[in-house]
């Protein structure tokens, strides 16, 4: 977040952020650079939220960082430069699982999708790779995206992804060339897709290697 975008923002660009969550990720950001534009979040878990704004309220960034209860797929999408968000992608048969606000979809991909298709110039997605990472890296190609830049982590499934229902059904989409993990543990990438006209680096090939690599 730092280095992909917020760096980037010279003058008082906008952002925008699908699913603040407790809104730590960007709070901390924003305590460690020097941005002077305006993030506008989205978040529908209303505890999380309330959270998110009493954090905002402490250490005085409200006017940095605003924070709705509610869907960016109901707004009018918002003018700015980046989207950024770490999507819910929790592959599952149906959203009957333990934290249903996380459900991402039977392929786990379908609100990194869905944000691709809103057509920002820049969007900064969290991807993981038991959620049909060459599906998301060919989709972003077919809506005009590069992959200029990315950085990936390998991280253990955490309670959520370790829910039976959830790891059964992640084992079936890796017999399908749609999951990739070995073990306890996946590959989660933060990547910065970019409008193919702002941008001469694609990464798309390298990114999928090595999403496909467990
Ligand atoms: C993987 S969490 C990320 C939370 C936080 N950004 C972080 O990185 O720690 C995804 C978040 O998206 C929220 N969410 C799910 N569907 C949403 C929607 N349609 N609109 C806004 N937020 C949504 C969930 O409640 C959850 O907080």
Known sequence: ??????????????????????????????????FH?????????????????????EYNLAHKYVIYNSSLFDASKPEAKYLVANPPYLPAPDNDIYMPLLFGGIDGAKFTNELLLLGYDNALLLISSYSNPKGTIEYAKANGYFVNNFLVLPLKFGYYSSEPKVKKHIAELQKNQMAFYSG???????????????????????????????
């Not at 506008?40 to 998110?52: C, D, I, M, P």
């Not at 996946?186 to 999928?208: H, I, M, P, W």
């Open 1 to 34: 977040m730092e280095n992909f975008v917020l760096k980037s923002c010279t003058e008082s660009e906008h952002v925008v952020e699908f699913g603040s969550g407790d809104g730590s990720p960007v709070i901390n950001s924003l305590l460690r650079t020097n």
């Open 37 to 57: 534009g305006v993030i506008r979040g989205f978040e529908l878990n209303t505890s999380a939220w309330k959270v998110a704004n009493s954090t905002i309220d």
């Open 184 to 214: 306890d543990y996946y590959f989660l990438a933060g990547v910065l897709f970019k409008k193919r006209q702002y941008c001469t680096v694609d990464l798309s090939n390298e990114l999928a290697q090595i999403m496909t690599s467990l």
